[in-house]
């Protein structure tokens, strides 16, 4: 069955960066968008971007972000990785991998969040 | 680019309806029939329930349904149950081939 496991919580300084992995099982990771998805505590979902992983790794990132973000992947370990750069207390939130079924944006499976904490 | 409008609470009794209406732009709701909707339970992680507009994923009760009109989707739950107590949230494909959730609506029910 297809299964998302992400990386670990994480504790970081102002100005640091995270590299949050989603290691996918279950299916060939090539053969699906993965999307990067964040919850800050109390606040909605924001979509930082998408990836197709492969040797390419073709990536789209939402405006806000880019510059800052970098998606990428590993096909021999079926893993996705987000990092996240110039960190600042904002982007304290949860951060959730979700693999894309082909229809723009449905995402039957998810990740189980990795919460990213910013603070000095 | 901004969230879509959702109205941020909706409440209802067991077994009435409810709509949550979810309001873009020409660029993103408007420009296609990539709207989808994700149920979130406090503390999990987002759950589908409808993709492109109308249509459910195996395994959604029929009890969930959408539609468009515009640039406004709308996703509606009649004889609404307890366990549909949630947050629920749009999400659209935009002409710049990015997403754009909705702001959320909190649904209660009474």
């Known amino acids: 069955q297809v299964q998302l496991v992400q990386s670990g919580a994480e504790v970081k300084k102002p100005g640091a960066s995270v590299k949050v992995s989603c290691k996918a099982s279950?299916?060939?990771?090539?053969?699906?968008?993965m999307h990067w998805v964040r919850q800050a505590p109390g606040q909605g979902l924001e979509w930082m971007g998408q990836?197709?992983?492969?040797?390419?790794?073709?990536?789209n990132y939402a405006q806000k972000f880019q510059g800052r973000v970098t998606m990428t992947s590993d096909t021999s370990t079926s893993t996705v990785y987000m990092e996240l750069s110039s960190l600042r207390s904002e982007d304290t939130a949860v951060y959730y991998c979700a693999r894309d079924e082909g229809h723009y944006g449905d995402s039957l499976y998810w990740g189980q969040g990795t919460l990213v904490t910013v603070s000095s | 680019q901004s969230a879509l409008t959702q109205p941020a609470s909706v409440s209802g009794s067991p077994g009435q309806s409810i709509t949550i209406s979810c309001t873009g732009t020409s660029s993103d709701v408007g420009a296609n029939n990539y709207v989808s909707w994700y149920q979130q339970h406090p503390g999990k992680a987002p759950n589908l329930v409808i993709y492109?507009?109308?249509n459910r994923p195996s395994g959604v009760p029929d009890r969930f349904s959408g539609s468009k009109s515009g640039n406004t989707a709308s996703l509606t739950i009649s004889g609404l149950q307890a366990e549909d107590e949630a947050d629920y949230y749009c999400n659209s494909h935009t002409t710049s081939s990015s997403y754009v959730f909705g702001s959320g609506t909190k649904v209660t029910v009474l």
């Open positions: 990836i197709v992983p492969s040797d390419g790794d073709r990536s």
């Open positions: 492109e507009v109308s």
């Open positions: 279950g299916y060939i990771i090539s053969n699906h968008y």
